[in-house]
């Protein structure tokens, strides 16, 4: 149990980290090249973990790296950017709150992870107090950033659950850097095509960018797959449903936003809702990640016409 509630803790880092990503990208970043802001993002991110983990995909994994960098990072960023363009930050908000009972729904047929009622429960209480939070009669509901921001939800829902079946037998940091590299590397073909010259960015729009990069994307992603592997995936998406109020409570200290006692009880519902995220004492963390396939450990090598393998150096076997 202890395991489970410090994996649940390392994953918080996560929707916590993206929850300030909001401040920053609106306070310093350029607003007028999302693409290239995503391609920025993404891809030296992507590279950092893939020098730190010198590892490249083999086999299987250099198709699944392009399916999921599309799906998590490439495509998403690009929607999320939409969605961003044409409605209120509440609005869609509100939309993407929809992610925890999408991937618990979504994790019985991908990965065999039965919801259990509970955890529907809490999905469903968790986007009521997202809405009383973030949701204004005044926000705009366009048809085209409702789509934008529904599909980026459903991208990433699938794309995490996907990361989970095939994070079998490769380590999280590696597999999360092959993921950042082929998002990035989409992202920026996309932007050369659609944005054309890249933008110029002055000391403030740089060390925003370091700041996304660094904490808001490989930090937060690393920390995500780590914990979507260990940890059902309901419990995941629950533990998401911090995004929301880490920008709430960050427009209360940083912007001096007072909260309404609505917003205040939306704020206690989706806390409550995070708290149901917890999965049943008799569930079980998954192993650690595998060593490095070029750097762990040679398996031994069974000897001949024998199952067993060969035994280490100076011990003997027992007959």
Same mark, same amino acid.
């Given at each position: 149990?202890?395991?489970? &509630?410090? &994996?649940?803790?390392?994953?918080?880092?996560?929707?916590?980290?993206?929850?300030?990503?909001?401040?920053?990208?609106?306070?310093?970043?350029?607003?007028?090249?999302?693409?290239?802001?995503?391609?920025? /993002?993404?891809?030296?991110?992507?590279?950092? =973990?893939?020098?730190?983990?010198?590892?490249?995909?083999?086999?299987?994994?250099?198709?699944?790296?392009?399916?999921?960098?599309?799906?998590?990072?490439?495509?998403?960023?690009?929607?999320? $950017?939409?969605?961003?363009?044409?409605?209120?930050?509440?609005?869609?908000?509100?939309?993407?709150?929809?992610?925890?009972?999408?991937?618990?729904?979504?994790? &019985? !047929?991908?990965?065999?992870?039965? !919801? /259990?009622?509970?955890? =529907?429960?809490?999905?469903?209480?968790?986007?009521?107090?997202? @809405?009383?939070?973030?949701?204004?009669?005044?926000?705009?509901?366009?048809? +085209?950033?409702?789509?934008?921001?529904?599909?980026?939800?459903?991208?990433?829902?699938?794309? $995490?659950?996907?990361?989970?079946?095939?994070?079998?037998?490769?380590?999280?940091?590696?597999?999360?850097?092959?993921? =950042?590299?082929?998002?990035?590397?989409?992202?920026?073909?996309?932007?050369?095509?659609?944005?054309?010259?890249?933008?110029?960015?002055?000391?403030?729009?740089?060390?925003?960018?370091? $700041?996304?990069?660094?904490?808001?994307?490989? =930090? #937060?992603?690393?920390?995500?797959?780590?914990?979507?592997?260990?940890? !059902?995936? #309901?419990?995941?998406?629950?533990?998401?449903?911090?995004?929301?109020?880490?920008?709430?409570?960050?427009?209360?200290?940083?912007?001096?936003?007072?909260?309404?006692? /609505?917003?205040?009880?939306?704020?206690?519902?989706?806390?409550?809702?995070?708290?149901?995220?917890?999965?049943? +004492?008799?569930?079980?963390?998954?192993?650690?990640?595998?060593?490095? !396939?070029?750097?762990?450990?040679?398996?031994?090598?069974?000897?001949?016409? @024998?199952?067993?393998? &060969?035994?280490?150096?100076?011990?003997?076997?027992? /007959?």
């Amino acid at each position: 149990m202890e395991g489970i &509630w410090r &994996w649940s803790l390392i994953t918080a880092v996560a929707p916590v980290a993206w929850g300030t990503t909001y401040y920053v990208t609106g306070e310093f970043l350029p607003p007028d090249r999302p693409l290239y802001g995503a391609a920025i /993002r993404a891809l030296p991110a992507g590279l950092l =973990l893939l020098a730190l983990s010198r590892t490249l995909p083999s086999g299987s994994w250099w198709w699944k790296s392009l399916v999921l960098g599309v799906l998590n990072m490439g495509g998403f960023f690009a929607l999320v $950017y939409v969605a961003a363009q044409r409605l209120p930050t509440s609005v869609a908000s509100t939309v993407m709150a929809l992610a925890p009972l999408v991937m618990a729904v979504l994790a &019985w !047929p991908l990965v065999g992870e039965r !919801p /259990r009622l509970r955890q =529907l429960a809490a999905a469903v209480a968790g986007a009521a107090g997202v @809405c009383l939070m973030l949701l204004t009669a005044s926000g705009s509901t366009d048809p +085209a950033g409702i789509l934008a921001s529904a599909g980026a939800m459903a991208m990433s829902s699938c794309g $995490y659950l996907l990361a989970k079946r095939w994070s079998e037998g490769v380590g999280t940091l590696a597999s999360t850097s092959w993921q =950042l590299v082929a998002g990035g590397l989409v992202l920026l073909v996309a932007a050369g095509i659609v944005e054309g010259s890249p933008p110029a960015l002055d000391a403030p729009a740089v060390a925003g960018f370091a $700041y996304v990069a660094l904490v808001g994307t490989a =930090l #937060a992603f690393v920390a995500w797959f780590g914990g979507l592997r260990r940890l !059902p995936a #309901a419990t995941v998406g629950l533990v998401g449903l911090l995004n929301p109020v880490t920008g709430v409570l960050l427009g209360v200290v940083a912007a001096h936003e007072g909260l309404t006692g /609505r917003q205040l009880f939306g704020l206690a519902l989706t806390l409550a809702s995070v708290g149901f995220a917890r999965p049943p +004492a008799a569930a079980e963390l998954r192993p650690a990640d595998p060593p490095s !396939p070029r750097y762990g450990p040679r398996p031994r090598r069974a000897a001949p016409g @024998c199952r067993e393998p &060969w035994p280490a150096s100076g011990a003997r076997r027992r /007959r």
